[in-house]
Structure formats: structure tokens, C-alpha cells
């Protein structure tokens, strides 16, 4: 098995399956996070159940750091074996005719998500693991809010137009990866055969509604704080 992973399919579709899993945690953190915006005593509920579950905060939020991790490093590994092999082919096909801006430049989008990551980490994930873990505060209360704290601490992110438009610059880079990433996810298990257009229309969809949705979340409370 260790075997096929080394191999260059077996890479890309190490890559597609972490694709098709951060896909998926997209539109999960997607459904949570737009409850921010229509009804934030849900939110907060449907926060505090996440943060405080054994089986999301000792299985699954592991496991989605390891396909986050996972992802950026193959990335990286298959940009640089690919720039090697593009070397000798680009002379003889000229690559750039027949491959779109977006799957020329995954890498630099990529790059883009992951320093956004970076950022939000720092604003939303460690504090998280450092109340929660560190201090061993469960409660998802704070002084000075009643009720959870999920809700007026999300809400507090916004105020900063920096950060903001650090943000919604990250999700225009989400949508750029996304446009490609989708259907290469698919091509990659081999899974477009017979339905390469509705893919690539599915694809497209999501590679807009999604960061769209969360460029509109953020600057909703933003505008709204
Ligand atoms: C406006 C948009 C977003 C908001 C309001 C938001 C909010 C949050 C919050 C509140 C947390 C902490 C959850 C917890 O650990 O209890 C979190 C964690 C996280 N976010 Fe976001 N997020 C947004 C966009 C994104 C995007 C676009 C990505 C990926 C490209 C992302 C990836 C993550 C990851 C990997 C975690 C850590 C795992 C987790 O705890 O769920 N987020 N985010």
C-alpha cells in the first residue's frame, strides 16, 4: 500500500481524496458559520455542540488538521516533481496553450488559503484549543456575555477592515483554487468519464457559492457589528 502512495497516481490521489474531505468540511463549516448571520442563538447551540463533542473534538478535529497538514505538504511535493517533469515537456508542447490560469497557478492559490489558515488559526482555532485545552474551560461562557460566547466573539473578528479584507482576498483565492481543484479532484480517481460537463458545472457552482458565502458572512458582520 506504502508502495502506491509513492507512485505519481498514487499521489494525486492521496490529493484528491484530501480534496474531496476539506470539500466536504467546507460546506459543513460553511452551514455553521452562515447561522451566524440568520439566527444567532443556533449558531452559538450549534457551536457549543461542536466544541464540546468527544467524538468531533478528539476523532474528527484531529483528523481535519491531519487533511489540512496532508493536503499543503502533497501540494507542495507535487508542485515541485511536476515543475521537474514541465521542464523537458513545456520546450516540447508549450504547456501554457492548453492548461487554464487557475491549474498553472494552484500552488501560488494554495499559498494564498494557506496563509489565510495561518490567520484564522490564530483568530478562531487556538484560542479555541487554548480554552478548551489549555485552560480546560468547557463552559462556552465568557464574562460580560450572556449565554455562549461563540457568537460575540465571532462577531468581534469582523470590526477590523484589515482583516477583513485579508479574508475576502483569501476567498477569491479559494474560489480560484476550487475552480480547478474540483473536477481535477474527480479527473484524478478517474471518476469523469461520461459526466466531465455536469462535473465541471457542479464544480463551478461550488467553487463560487461557497467562498461567495463566506466573503458574505464576513462582510455582513463587518457592516452589521
Ligand atoms: C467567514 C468565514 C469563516 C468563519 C466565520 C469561520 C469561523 C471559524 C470558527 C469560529 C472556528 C473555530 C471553531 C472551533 O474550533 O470551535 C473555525 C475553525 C476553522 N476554520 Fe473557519 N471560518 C471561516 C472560513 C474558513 C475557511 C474558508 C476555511 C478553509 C479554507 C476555514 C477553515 C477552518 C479550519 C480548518 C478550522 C479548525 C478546525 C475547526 O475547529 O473546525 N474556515 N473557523
Redesign the pocket.
Known sequence: MGGFFKSSIGRKVAMALSAFF?MF??LQ??SI?IL?VFNPDLFNEV?HF??TNPLIQFVL?PV??FG?VFHFVMGFVLEIKNKKARKVAYVKNNGAANSTWMSRNMIYSGVA?LA??VL??ID??FP??NTKFIKGDWSGTIEGVEGFR?YE??TH?FVSPIRVGA?VL??VF?ALHLLHGFTSAFQSMGATAGRKKTLQNIGKAYSIII?LG??F??LY?HFNH
Open positions: 476539506l468540511f467546507l463549516h460553511f458559520n451566524s457551536s461542536m466544541g478535529q481535519l488538521i489540512v488559503i489565510f489558515i484564522h488559526f478562531f482555532w479555541e484549543i461563540y466573539e465571532l473578528k479574508y483569501a476567498f479559494l467562498p463566506f466573503i458572512i464576513a458582520h
